[in-house]
C-alpha cells in the first residue's frame, strides 16, 4: 500500500479532504501582519506591505517615514519607496489583474502603482470623494467600489480607462455593517452590483436603482461573494455563517459558530468551503458535519485563489485546497484503486519485490486509467521528489499499457518543470496547476518579463515553443534604460549579440526606446540593422538622420516612404537645404516635381531656379496663365487679364534667355501681344468675347462686329497672309449677310483664292442669286460644273462639264439629279456623245 504519511496531514470535512502544505519559509525580515496594511495579488502574485497609519503601533529601529515595500510570494523584497502622496489616511489597497497596485486614501485620490514601486498614474473619485473622505472600498480584479461619508456609493468598473460612476442613492442613514461587490461579468445587467447589509436586510445597488433583499436576514456582519459571483458567505449578528444564493432566495450553509463575534476575515476555498478567521482559529465550514478548526499563535491574511486559499503569516505561507480525487485515489489510507497500487508496485520495484508483478496482473485491465491518475497526482503536488515517484509510478505503469496517449506524461513533464521553475525561492510565484491552465503560460512569461526576470521567461518561452521576441524587447529596452554608464558601440554589441536569438525581431522599436532614453547615436547604430524600410524610416526621421532615411526611401523604391522622407525634410529643412538633398537623387526629385507641380506651384518655381532650369519655370508661368483663365471672374469682365498678359511675358523673357527654346519664346511673345490686343477689343466694344479665341476667330469676330479696321489690324500684327485673309472675310460678310460688302470686297482685286470660297459662303447661306455672281467668273470648268449643280441649274452645269470634257464628272451630275429625269437625259446625251468622240 502507499505510504501513510502523505494522507496522515490531510483533514476530512464531510467525505473531501483537505490539506495545507508549506510552500514558503518567507524570506523577509521584521514584517509584521498586524501593523500593516497587506496587499496579495492573486496567482501567486506579489505582496504590498505599507505601514498602518489607522494604527499606533511602536517604531523599532527604522525610519518614520512610510515606505510602500513589494515582496514577491516567498518574501524577497522587488523595491521599496517612500510613500510622501498627499490625500489622508490610507483607505484600501490591492492588486488588479495585470499586477497594478491602486492605492486609494481618504479624499479619493488613486495612485497606482507597478511592480517596481514606481508612481504609474493618479486619478480622482470625484469632488463628492473628496468633499466627503471615502471611509470603506472594496475591490475585484480590475475596479472597485467605495463608499464615503455621505453615503454615496462610487464605481470604477474598469482601471484600464477609470471613470467613476456614481450608483443609485440608497438612501442611508448610517454605514452598512459591511459590503460586498458582484463583478460586471457576473450580473445580467454587465453592471457591477453592489451588496450591502443594512439593518436586518441586504440592499442590492446598481447604477439604475436599488433592490431590497433577505428582510429579516441580519443584521449581517460579514460578507464575501464567491469567485463566480453564484454564492454569497455572510456572517450574522447571531453568530451563523449563511452560504445562500447571490438572489438569497436559497440557503445552502446555515452553521451556528461557537461565538458571535465577527471573524476578522471571511473568504471562499475554492466553491466547496468557507474559511472564517479569528485572533487565534481558523474555521473551515462545508456543507455538512462538522467543520475543520487550524489553530494559529500568529496573525495570517487570507488570499482566496481559484481552487483554495493560500495562508500568508509572518514567518511562511501555505496553501489550503481540496486534495484532489486522482491524489485521494493513490494516497487514502488503505486504498486498492488501481493507482494505489500501480504506486505501491513501483515501491516493490524498486525493493526488486515479486509483489511488484503481483501487483500489474490484478490492475492490468485498469491500468491506463491508473496510469492517468498518477499523471494528474504529480501535477497538483508541490513537492519536486512526490512528482517524481508519480512520474515514475505512471511511466512504470505505461510500459505495460498499450492504450495509454504517451504525450501525457512528457507534457506533464513539461508543464511542472515550469511550475517548478517559477515556485523556486528566489522567483517566488507558488502557482498550482490549475491556477497556471487559467493563467496561460503568455500571462505568466509577461510577469516574469515585468518581475524583470528576462532569463527565466527567455528559458520558458523557449521550452515551450513560444515567441521569445516579447521577453527579448523587454530585456533590451530595459538593459538601455539601466545601462546610461556602458559606452554606446560596446552596448551595441551587448544588444545585437543576444537580439541575433530571434529572427524577424524590431530593432526599430529597441532604437526608439534608445532615442527616448537620450542615446541617439546607439538609436541610429541600432536602426541600421532594421531590414524593413517601413519601420526603419520614420525612426531615422525621428532621430535627425534626415539624409540616411531619404537614401533608404530611394532604395527601397517604395514611393509611400519617398514622400514621407520628403514631406518630413520640407517642412523641417530651408527650401535651399531641401533642393540641395533631392537633386542628387533622380527618384525623389521626380516624385518631388510630380506632386509640386499639382499642389506647390511656387515652391516648384523656385526649385527650378536653384538648379537653373528657367525652361521648366517658363512652362509654369504659361500653365498658371491658363489656369488664371478659369478663374469664374475671367468670364464677368477683364480684371484678370493684366496679370495673365504678365506671366506669358514673364515666360517669354525666360524662354529667350534659353537658347534650345527659341520658337516657345516666339510663341509666349506673340501669345502676350494677342491676350493684349484682345483685351482692349473687349474693353472698346463691352462684350467679354475676344480673349483665349485665336487670331482667326479674332479677325473674323471683328469682321461681324463690323470693326475692319481692328481686324486689318490683327492682320497686320500678326502678318496674316493675303489667302487666309480673304477666307476668313468672306465667310465673316457672309455669316452677317451683308452682300454688298462681299461684292463690293470682290471687286477690290482679283481674290488670290479664286471665287469659289465666295461661291461655297453664298450657297452654304443659302443664297444662290448672290452665288449667281461669282460662278461665271470661275476660271476652271470642273469646280462651275458642280457650282451650278449645286444651286440646282443642270442644263448650265450640263455645258460647263462638257467644256471639260469629263465623264466621270457627268457620271457624278447625273446622279445629283437622279430624282429629275429631263435633267439626267441631258447628261447622259452629253455623256454619249463624248463617248463617241472618243473622250472617257
Known sequence: MAGVSVAAEWQLLYNRYYRKPELYQMQWKNVDLTRNKIACAPFGGPI?????????????????????????????LISETVWKNPGGRLIGISWTDDLTLVCITQDGTVYSYDIHAELVSTFSLGKECFANSVVECVFWGSGVVCINEAFEIFAVPDFKTPKTVKLADSNLEELPHCMAVIEPQYTKSGDVEVLLGVGDHVLLVEEDGV??????????????????????????????????????????????????????????????????????????????????????DEPIILVPECDGVRILSNTNMEFLHRVPDSTVSIFQIGSTLPSALLYDALEHFDRRSAKADENLRLIRSSLPEAVEACVDAAGYEFDISQQRTLLRAASYGQTFSSHFQHDSIQEMCKTLRVLNAVRHVDIGIPLSIQQYKLLTPSVLVNRLINANKHLLALRVSEYLAMSQEVVLMHWTCTKISSSSAIPDSTLLEILLDKLKICKGISYAAVASHADKSGRRKLAAMLVEHEPRSAKQIPLLLSIGEEDTALMKATESGDTDLVYLVLFHIWHKKAPLEFFGMIQARPLARDLFVTYARCYKHEFLKDFFLSTGQLQDVAFLLWKESWELAKNPMASKGTPLHGPRIKLVEKAHNLFTETKEHIYESKAAEEHAKLLRIQHELEVTTKQAIFVDSSISDTIRTCIVLGNHRAANKVKVEFKVSEKRWYWLKVFALATIRDWDALEKFSKEKRPPIGYRPFVEACVDAGEKDEALKYIPKLADPREKAEAYARIGMAKEAADAAS?????????????????????????DTLRDRLSFQGVS
Open 48 to 76: 504590498a506591505v505599507i505601514r498602518d497609519d489607522a494604527k499606533i503601533v511602536q517604531l523599532y529601529a527604522e525610519s518614520a517615514l512610510r515606505k510602500l515595500r513589494i515582496f514577491t510570494s516567498s518574501g524577497r
Open 803 to 827: 467644256q471639260a470634257k469629263d465623264g466621270e464628272l457627268l457620271g457624278r451630275l447625273k446622279l445629283s439629279f437622279a430624282q429629275n429625269a429631263a435633267a439626267s437625259s441631258i447628261f
Open 211 to 296: 433592490q431590497s433583499l433577505a428582510e429579516g436576514i441580519g443584521p449581517l456582519q460579514k460578507m464575501v461573494v464567491s469567485r463566480k459571483g453564484e454564492f454569497v458567505a455572510s456572517f450574522t449578528h447571531d453568530g451563523r455563517l449563511l452560504v445562500m444564493s447571490t438572489d438569497f432566495s436559497d440557503v445552502i450553509i446555515d452553521y451556528a459558530c461557537e461565538s458571535a463575534l465577527p471573524p476578522d476575515q471571511l473568504a471562499w476555498c475554492g466553491l466547496d468551503s468557507v474559511l472564517l478567521y479569528w485572533d487565534d482559529m481558523l474555521l473551515m465550514v462545508g456543507p455538512y458535519e462538522e467543520p475543520v478548526r487550524y489553530i494559529y
